[in-house]
């Protein structure tokens, strides 16, 4: 009688890398001092600067992460400054 085969382990899983959830102030530069929080109840997402108090609001949906928050944030910062460039 010969011996059973064995299946062979299934490779584990790769752990997703955790995004930061504190960044660089666009307006003071001061490294780490924006946080972002996500309020699912009400749907908002908030990056404000512990430094120089600037912040930012916008809606979330489900899939969104604080770096999806603060990416919009610089977004807006941007277009902000093009539009003052193009008025100018």
């Known amino acids: 009688m010969g011996k059973r085969k064995s ?8 752990r997703m890398d955790k995004l930061d959830t504190v960044f660089c102030c666009p307006f003071c530069n001061h490294g780490s001092s924006v946080e972002c929080r996500i309020d699912m109840k009400n749907l908002i997402g908030e990056a404000a600067c512990r430094i120089c108090q600037e912040s930012f609001s916008t809606t979330v949906t489900a ?3 604080p770096i999806d928050i603060y990416s919009e944030w610089i977004d807006e910062c941007e277009r902000v ?3 003052d460039d193009d008025t100018a």
């Open 81 to 83: 400054n093009n539009l």
């Open 7 to 14: 299946r062979a382990k299934p490779p584990p899983k790769k």
């Open 63 to 65: 899939l969104t992460e």
